[in-house]
């Protein structure tokens, strides 16, 4: 079974459509994130969610807002997609009452902005 | 978070040690040492952390030095699939879980 899966992990769209990128994780971890990897390959935070309730937001534009129907799923939705939104997403997941462990990611959704 | 400074690049044979500095010169007492890699395509996988000691696992070691300002991720037998990005990562535990953005890493390629 896998542990932190992202659907779709291919997203090719136009600029100014609205989609959407789900992730469910299977750990029974309090708190999910979504990451942006650029075509640097930086990879920065977005956002954390512990128990259905945000706690980071990483200046992201607006356009972008999280939903968290309950504690194993986090999904992103993205509003007027523009082309500097292309980049490979990945949504992550921690048991946040356990000091000091680590982050378990999913497998990455690659969304193209045409 | 602290910041780290990575080399861009290293190579190793098949089989011998790999050796992966980090610097983090300006440390926190309560931050932690972590080590993820991410191998072509696939989403950051965790491989070890440590504060102050050295730390072992099934994957790798994590040599910290007395000052804590720098360290050394030793994978001691790399193999092909050991070829990746390794990131080095500097951050508070608990309550940050995660929260860390990513530097440059280094780029490990394991050669036969």
């Known amino acids: 079974d896998t542990a932190v899966s992202q659907t779709p992990k291919y997203l090719v769209t136009q600029m100014g459509n609205d989609k959407s990128i789900k992730c469910e994780q299977n750990?029974?971890?309090?708190?999910m994130y979504w990451y942006k990897q650029d075509s640097k390959k930086f990879l920065k935070i977005m956002f954390s969610?512990?128990?259905?309730?945000?706690?980071i937001n990483e200046t992201v534009p607006n356009r972008f807002s999280p939903k968290s129907p309950d504690k194993a799923h986090l999904n992103l939705h993205i509003n007027s997609l523009e082309l500097g939104d292309s980049a490979v997403y990945f949504c992550?997941?921690?048991?946040?009452?356990?000091?000091?462990?680590?982050?378990?990611f999913g497998q990455g959704t690659r969304l193209t902005v045409v | 978070d602290a910041k780290t400074t990575q080399p861009t690049s290293m190579d190793c044979a098949e089989g011998r040690a790999a050796n992966l500095p980090c610097n983090h010169s300006?440390?926190?007492?309560?931050?932690?040492v972590y080590w993820y890699r991410q191998i072509h395509s696939q989403g950051p996988q965790y491989i070890i952390h440590?504060?102050?000691n050295n730390e072992t696992n099934e994957m790798a070691s994590l040599i910290i030095t007395e000052d804590r300002k720098s360290s050394t991720l030793i994978l001691p037998h790399a193999t092909l699939r050991d070829t990746a990005v390794y990131y080095c990562?500097?951050?508070?535990?608990?309550?940050?879980?995660?929260?860390?953005?990513f530097g440059d890493g280094t780029t490990l390629t394991v050669k036969p």
């Open positions: 992550a997941s921690s048991p946040l009452t356990v000091m000091n462990t680590e982050a378990f």
């Open positions: 750990l029974g971890h309090d708190t």
């Open positions: 969610y512990n128990n259905k309730e945000l706690i």
């Open positions: 300006t440390i926190s007492g309560n931050e932690y």
């Open positions: 440590g504060l102050k």
């Open positions: 990562i500097v951050r508070v535990g608990y309550t940050n879980a995660g929260k860390s953005t």
